[in-house]
């Protein structure tokens, strides 16, 4: 009977501890510095755009997180919504020539799967 009590309260401890990762902003932290600074070499972003994006990306990563926690309709809405509003700040970020270099580095370095998709 221990052992199962044991285990029961090891797997409560367990989702308690994944539950509150899921909600810290600090996890998306080394995610985020590294994407900008891809970003950065790719598209020359100048010191106010670099954080610009980096507050849009880790606003995306923790919306992401919760419209992933949500079921059914109300998750698919609520990841277009974080998609959508990470696309319009990331246009409004960048000029257009940035942009374009973006798209090209992308479709460049998209993995052998999606190319054979398209």
Known sequence: MKRVFGIVA?????????????????????????????????????TAQQTKMTKLLTTYYIERDEARQKEGDERKQAMKAA??????GFAEICTPEQQALWKKYREENASPNKKKSK
């Open 83 to 88: 998609n959508k509003k990470r696309y319009d």
């Open 10 to 46: 090891m797997f409560v401890v367990m989702a308690m501890t994944m539950n509150l990762f899921a909600q810290d902003p600090g996890k998306w932290t080394k995610k985020v510095a590294k994407e900008v600074a891809e970003m950065t070499g790719v598209m020359k972003l100048d």
